[in-house]
């Protein structure tokens, strides 16, 4: 059963930074392409940063460049988002995604998580 659980979510305010942290299970988390996406009320659910299976590859979406850091640890099954200098923009659910893969085949997924609130206010 695959399972992805974000947490580190909450209340911030601008300029301040937050780190969430999507746990895995399920499937084989180190051949898994993961990303963050989010979706702000009323809009559209968009992708954040996403990293490949192994970590040598990243990518962000422009609004996040400089201040979102994706990374991904294998031996731990997690993979996270360090968000530094947080404006209200980017208040919003966010959510962990994973792809598996098998020599760079998907083989399952998409996968989900739940999500995590993240308000960015004073």
């Known amino acids: 059963q695959v399972q992805l659980v974000e947490s580190g979510g909450g209340l911030v305010q601008p300029g301040g930074s937050l780190r969430l942290s999507c746990a895995a299970s399920?499937?084989?988390?180190?051949?898994?392409?993961m990303s963050w996406y989010r979706q702000a009320p009323g809009k559209e659910r968009e992708l954040v940063a996403g990293i490949t299976s192994r970590g040598g590859s990243t990518e962000y979406a422009d609004s996040v460049k400089g201040r979102f850091t994706i990374s991904k640890d294998n031996a731990k099954n997690t993979v996270y988002l360090q968000m530094n200098s947080l404006k209200p923009e980017d208040t919003a659910v966010y959510y962990c995604?994973?792809?598996?893969?098998?020599?760079?085949?998907?083989?399952?997924?998409?996968?989900w998580g739940q999500g995590t609130q993240v308000t960015v206010s004073s």
């Open positions: 995604k994973a792809v598996a893969k098998y020599s760079g085949v998907i083989i399952g997924g998409p996968y």
């Open positions: 399920g499937f084989t988390f180190s051949s898994a392409a």
